[in-house]
Nanobody, 115 residues
Framework: QVQLVESGGGLVQAGGSLRLSCAAS????????MGWYRQAPGKQRELVAS???????NYADSVKGRFTISRDNAKNTVDLQMNSLKPEDTGVYYC?????????WGKGTLVTVSS
């Protein structure tokens, strides 16, 4: 079992920045993706960004150029730097680790962007 704990959410004004962090309770395999998803009120959970190893990244079109995902395999952490935040970025952000046999999720951290 892998437990994921997110931190760094909060309230920020439009145009501001936040950094989310996720720590895994045990070693994660760098070949397996880690990522961030978000769920806005009344909407389905969607992929924000994912990273495999340290160089292969994938971003939702809506966040390209504003968000940056990074991963520290030695510390088993994955971070999401969010800049130029918009009200539509509001939602609960979930950390994800796609293990060999299971898909792991954190409990989520709330990000609220005010206009």
């Amino acid at each position: 079992q892998v437990q994921l704990v997110e931190s760094g959410g909060g309230l920020v004004q439009a145009g501001g920045s936040l950094r989310l962090s996720c720590a895994a309770s045990r070693r994660t395999l760098s070949i397996n993706p880690m990522g961030w998803y978000r769920q806005a009120p009344g909407k389905q959970r969607e992929l924000v960004a994912s990273i495999t190893s340290t160089i292969s990244t994938n971003y939702a079109d809506s966040v390209k150029g504003r968000f940056t995902i990074s991963r520290d395999n030695a510390k088993n952490t994955v971070d999401l730097q969010m800049n130029s935040l918009k009200p539509e970025d509001t939602g609960v952000y979930y950390c994800n680790y796609r293990g060999i046999a299971m898909n792991y999720w954190g409990k989520g951290t709330l990000v609220t962007v005010s206009s």
